[in-house]
C-alpha cells in the first residue's frame, strides 16, 4: 500500500488511478460517518460521492499536519453536517442538558421481551435520535478508534468537549435501554 | 471522575464491576457501537466517483471554450470598430445591402434550404456518429 504522501501528491497531478485507491482506503469512514449521521438512505450515497470529490478538489491543500484519515473524517462531518442544515434540520446547538435528558429518556414505555439482536437495533435506533454531534463523535470513537485530539481535529471541536459529548451520549443511552433491561429481568 | 464516568471507563476496559442493570445496559450500549452499521456503499461507487469528476473536467472545457468565444466575438467587434471608424452617433440602420435579394428569391431560397439541410444533417449523422 502507497504511503499518504506519495497517494497525496499522485491524486494532486491527477492520477485517477491513485485516488481510486485512496477511495478505497477511506470510503468505510465516510459512510460510517454519512451512514450514523443523515437517516435518509437515498441522500447518503450521493453525499459520500460529494464529500469525495471535494477530497479531489481540496486535497492540494492538505499539510499533513494531521492524519489522511482524520482530514478525510472532518470533510466528512462538515458536509454531512452542512446537508442537515440545508435540508432545515436543527443541528446548530447542542440541546439544553437537563430538558433534553428528561425529554430523551421519558417517551419510552418497554413492554415487550428482547433477544440480543432486538437489543442491538434498539441500542442503534436510540442513537439515531442523538444530536448530530454525539453521533459523530460516537462513530469516531467506537467504529473508528480515533483518540480524542483526532476526533477533536476532525469535528472542531475542544477536546474536553469530545470527552463530554462522549460520555453523556453514552449516558443518555443507557438510561433508555435500562429501562428494556430492567423490564427483562424483572 | 464521577461513578458514572468510572463505570464508563471500566465497561470500555472489559473490567465490568458487577451486574447491576447500569453495568449491564453499558455492555449492551458497548457491543452495539462496536458493530458495522447497515449502510453500505454500492460495488460501482469509486466508479460513479471518477465518472463524475471526468464529467466536471469536460463540462470546465467547454466552459473555457464558450469564454474563449466570446471574449474572441468582444476584440473581434472592438477591432472592428476602431479600424472601421464606425461611430454610434452617426449609425442608421437599413437593409439596403439585402436589397438584391429581391430580384433572386430562389436564390434566398435555397439558402434557407441549405442551412436547415446542414442543420440536419449534424443532428442525424455527425452528431451520433460522434457520440453525442
Known sequence: MMDDHALVARVVKGDNHAFRSLIKQHSRLVAHMVGRLVDNNEDREELCQDIFMKVHDKVGEFNFQSKLSTWIASVAYHHSINHLRKKKIHVSDIPDEERFTTHFTSDENPEEQLNDDMIDSLVMKFIDKLPPQYKAVLTLYHLEHMSYPEIGEATGMPEGTVKNYLFRARALVKEKVKKYLGKELS | ?132
Open chain 2, 1 to 132: 471522575m464521577n461513578n458514572e464516568e468510572e463505570l464508563q471507563s471500566q465497561i470500555e476496559k472489559s473490567a465490568t464491576t458487577g451486574h447491576g442493570l447500569d453495568s449491564r445496559s453499558y455492555q449492551v450500549i458497548f457491543d452495539a457501537l462496536k458493530k458495522e452499521p447497515s449502510f453500505k456503499l454500492s460495488n460501482s461507487f469509486e466508479d460513479k466517483v471518477i465518472q463524475k469528476i471526468e464529467e466536471r473536467k469536460e463540462a470546465a472545457k467547454d466552459a473555457a471554450w464558450i469564454w474563449i468565444g466570446v471574449a474572441s466575438f468582444i476584440i473581434a467587434a472592438v477591432a472592428s470598430i476602431m479600424l472601421t471608424g464606425f461611430k454610434f452617433n452617426s449609425f442608421n440602420f437599413n437593409v439596403g445591402t439585402f436589397r438584391f435579394l429581391a430580384g433572386y428569391p430562389g436564390l434566398f431560397i435555397f439558402g434557407t434550404l441549405f442551412v436547415l439541410g446542414l442543420q440536419l444533417l449534424d443532428k442525424k449523422i455527425i452528431r451520433p456518429s460522434i457520440g453525442e
